[in-house]
């Protein structure tokens, strides 16, 4: 059976902060290296040998990547980092606590900028020195294509190319691959993998590095899909990440 393991990186500072960061560069946190650990030996434990795997250009994916290989002893198979893996770019909320960005604008706006599938937030100005154009690791990208906010359906417009002419097709090569990434990048392909609907795709929330199989057909149809781990813990971080963009 063919296997993508999608796995989300582990807890940044950021998130640990509870601030918006799409985009933005942010380290992993001592807890989110732990969690990196952890998913790298459960899935060593569950005998995952992976030929390939493909992360974003952001380093709390990529370090996490390192981690979860080390553990493995698979740090020698071939990486790729696209851009296109890269997090929902969050325009003008990068930055800001979420908890506080609720307190100012409510509950329902927040849930509309976090998890609706088709408003994105207010963009980043041309002249804000955070704005993609003036970041040199994506000079070779057209400026067309670089967002300066995004939707969750424009994440998955820049994420679905990839996966299908890039990751899909390697599994025709390699039984399993990795694909580590990020909350909003990941819900977009998960959400295009089990045709679940733009309504439904606002309640879901995916969890810091708890491993998330799915197995394909030969025809690489996907037929099976489930997170390694204890359901109930699973279920209560994501709701922990449901609660982040609510004043509590
Ligand atoms: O801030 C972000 O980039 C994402 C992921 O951490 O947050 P959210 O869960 O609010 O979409």
Redesign the pocket.
């Known amino acids: 059976m063919k296997k993508i393991v999608l796995l989300r990186h582990g807890e ?1 500072v ?2 640990r902060e509870n ?4 985009w933005t560069d942010v380290d992993l946190s001592e807890k989110g290296v732990a969690e990196a650990v952890k998913a790298g030996e459960t899935l060593r434990k569950e005998g995952f040998h992976f030929g390939r795997a493909y992360t974003s250009y952001l380093k709390r994916a990529v370090k996490t990547l390192d981690v979860v290989l080390d553990r493995m002893d698979r740090d020698w198979i071939p990486v790729t980092k696209t851009w296109r893996l890269n ?2 770019h ?1 325009g003008m909320l990068q930055g800001l606590n ?1 908890r506080d960005t609720a307190e100012k604008y409510g509950d329902e706006q927040v849930y509309v900028w ?2 609706s599938y088709d408003v994105a937030p207010a963009p980043l100005p041309e002249d804000d020195p955070r704005n993609p154009r003036f970041d040199p690791r994506y000079a070779g990208i057209p400026d067309a294509a670089l967002p300066r906010t995004e939707s969750l359906k424009d994440t998955v417009a820049r994420t679905m190319p990839y996966w299908e002419c890039e990751i899909l097709p390697a599994l025709a090569r390699h039984d399993e691959l990795l694909v580590v990434a ?3 990048s990941l819900r977009g392909i998960i959400k295009n993998l089990k045709g679940i609907s733009d309504e439904a795709i606002s309640e879901f ?1 995916l969890p810091t590095a708890v491993p998330y199989v799915f197995e394909f057909d030969e025809g690489l149809g996907c037929v099976k899909d489930y997170f390694l781990g204890d359901p109930a813990e699973i279920a209560s971080l994501m709701e922990a ?1 449901a609660n ?2 609510r004043r509590g």
């Open positions: 940044s950021w998130n601030r918006f960061t799409g997090e929902k969050y979420k976090r998890r990020h909350g909003n929330n990440v982040q963009g």
